[in-house]
């Protein structure tokens, strides 16, 4: 009696185990998407209850936030807690809250006055999707881009019984209209079996926690586009003959398998892309020279060019430009050093990594702070490192590697922050990183010791160009005033002067730079007035390029940061025609911005005209008692 007892409480916890088995959601992947400003709770399985239909936000105070539980889901990926600097929301907590019984829990940190109708709660094929809508993180939260290592699938995933089912044919216009297609694919194309398949699909075991759905690939003209959905990380290059190519693996990634070993040409090249492993997508260029091929990735870290060594054209890259604007240097615990530069918008990067170095370029970056680089980087792990502006692409780093030494980069969230990690590290020196041999060497003229100093001034734009321009007021007169007060102060104390315009016309580029050439002149000077399409910002900067320059910029700009009242903006180093193409220290003076309101009221005054100038002209005279 106590036996037929017993076994009928082991059947009934048997088949309560087995109903709530069948009932948890299992939770596989928790993924933010940077381009949409979205969250995705993704799951493989197919539960026979809406895991969506009963979620209800509950608002609490002190601090304020918001949350809501998925009842019955585990969540099997690791909790996430991300930070966040705009949008209203402060911080998100995804975490596993019960598991008697099983319940996710997601809560937000929001601000006061955060309209709670801005949230936007998703149900695509039973994933959970988060609506932030322009909700960015902070630069701190970084994915990874490039990794010197090679992982395995018991990094990232847990084995799982799918059916592999072909994806119907969809027309392409549909595929663009539906914003859902590429997470409606996936669920489709993975999908678990709970009856037997009675189509062709063939059953195999697929590790699913994918970061990275791998959707298209186009050959064009100048290379191969590789683009995606969620999180891309490459892996160190292989390189093979017989035939020639190059191996890049990216981990942790799923493929459409609507491409699985399709070639894409390009004349006498191609690329193949194939499901290399569970959790990899092996992406192989064939190409006699396959050394020179590296991955350039969009700002949003979705994409990747594969592209040659200094292809001709890189405008098609990027809408906008961008300065580098701060640099950070880390040493932690575990023997890594973390380089970071933060931009003012987005950044295209491309990443080569060699036996010997590694190579970064930031093609949409036209100005850096060599000053502000080289005293973050002094005495660290990156002294070695170079940094510097290069013709037709950009900002250009070379970090010289030991054979000892790990490389990561990570790219920031809102796509303005790029990280290098090193392990191992023991930087050897490379004097040809610090003078690439792509930069033209400038030879600058020196005047003899006692003979009467020469400036050539250059007010910026005129005639027909009129520069940059707010409510009717044109930069090409403020340029000429505040040049033209120059030359008279300089006057005053014996310097010759010589101006590439004294009256309201158009000068070239080229013929500027000529002028200097022709009056071989002690130092070139340029004035501008900067703009911005965000009208809040204000302040005055001064740039040069040749390092020969930069005790000229210094002096300068030192005088103009003491007399003006208007935030100092700094040096930088930048490619401007100018001062590229003058063969003597040369640098362009940025005195404020037109776009600002206040500022551009304060510019047309003769008092801050004045001051602009004297400022100038000491600073001028600074350098050359210097000298």
């Known amino acids: 009696m106590i036996r037929k007892f017993l076994y009928i409480l082991f059947l009934i916890f048997f088949c309560c185990q087995m109903c709530f088995a069948e009932n948890v959601y299992k939770i596989t992947s928790v993924n933010f998407d940077t381009s949409t400003s979205m969250i995705f709770l993704t799951s493989p399985d197919t539960y026979n209850m809406s895991v969506a239909n009963n979620i209800k936000l509950v608002k609490l105070q002190n601090p304020k936030r918001i949350y809501f539980d998925l009842n019955s889901a585990h969540l099997v990926s690791n909790k996430e807690n991300w930070y966040f600097n705009s949008g209203g929301i402060k911080q998100i907590k995804i975490n596993q809250f019960s598991t008697n019984p099983y319940k996710v829990r997601v809560v937000m940190y929001v601000a006061d006055n955060y309209d709670v109708t801005k949230l936007n709660l998703l149900k695509i094929n039973n994933n959970i999707v988060i609506n932030l809508k322009g909700t960015v993180l902070k630069s701190e939260y970084f994915q990874n881009i490039y990794s010197d290592s090679r992982t395995s699938s018991s990094e990232f995933y847990e084995n799982l019984s799918i059916s592999n ?54 050959a064009k003209s100048t290379g191969f586009l590789v683009s995606g959905f969620g999180t891309v990380n490459v892996e160190k290059p292989m390189y093979l003959s017989n035939p020639s190519r190059v191996v890049f693996d990216i981990p942790n990634a799923v493929l459409n398998p609507s491409l699985v070993n399709k070639t894409f040409p390009i004349g006498e090249e191609s690329i193949k892309v194939s499901q290399f492993s569970q959790n990899k997508v092996r992406v192989i260029i064939y190409s006699p020279e396959t050394t020179k091929y590296f991955p350039i990735f969009s700002s949003d870290g979705q994409s990747m060019f594969f592209v040659k060594e200094n292809p001709q054209n890189f405008a098609n890259l990027f809408n906008t430009t961008n300065d580098a604007v701060a640099y950070y240097v880390n040493t932690n615990k575990d023997d890594t050093s973390d380089f970071t530069i933060v931009f003012s918008s987005p950044v295209v990067h491309g990443v080569k990594r060699s036996g010997s170095d590694l190579t970064i370029n930031f093609y949409n970056t036209s100005r850096f702070n060599q000053n502000a680089y080289k005293n973050t980087v002094e005495n660290s792990a990156f002294k070695n490192m170079s940094l510097d502006i290069l013709p037709k692409i950009g900002l250009k780093l070379v970090l010289p590697l030991s054979a000892s030494a790990s490389v990561n980069t990570y790219l920031g969230a809102d796509g303005k922050t790029v990280k290098i990690s090193l392990k191992g590290m023991n930087v050897t020196p490379q004097a040809t990183a610090i003078a690439p041999a792509t930069q033209t060497k400038i030879l600058f003229v020196h005047r003899n010791k006692g003979a009467q100093r020469v400036v050539v001034l250059d007010a910026g734009h005129g005639g027909t160009d009129f520069g940059a321009m707010r409510a009717g007021i044109n930069e090409k007169d403020i340029n000429l005033d505040v040049a033209k007060r120059v030359k008279s102060i300089l006057e005053t104390k014996g310097v010759k002067v010589i101006m590439t315009r004294s009256t309201d016309v158009f000068i070239p580029l080229q013929q500027r730079t000529q002028v200097a050439a022709t009056a071989k002149p002690d130092i070139f000077v340029s004035v501008h007035v900067n703009a911005s399409v965000r009208p809040e910002i204000c302040g005055v900067e001064t740039h040069y390029y040749h390092d020969e320059s930069l005790d000229l910029a210094s002096s300068v700009h030192s005088k103009i940061a003491s007399y003006i009242k208007s935030p100092d903006r700094g040096l930088f180093k930048s490619k401007f025609y100018v001062i590229n193409h003058t063969e003597v220290p040369a640098i362009l003076c940025e005195i404020g911005f037109i776009s600002n309101d206040d500022e551009r009221n304060d510019l047309i005054t003769d008092k801050r005209k004045q001051q602009t100038a004297k400022a100038i002209a000491e600073g001028i005279m600074s350098y050359f008692k210097l000298k």
């Open 165 to 218: 089912e072909e994806i119907d044919n969809i027309n392409a216009q549909a595929k663009k209209a539906d914003s859902a297609y590429m997470i409606d694919q996936i669920q489709k194309s993975f999908q678990v079996q709970t009856q037997p398949v009675k189509t062709s699909a063939v059953t195999k075991d697929l590790k699913l926690k994918s970061k990275y759905f791998l959707n298209t690939v186009n």
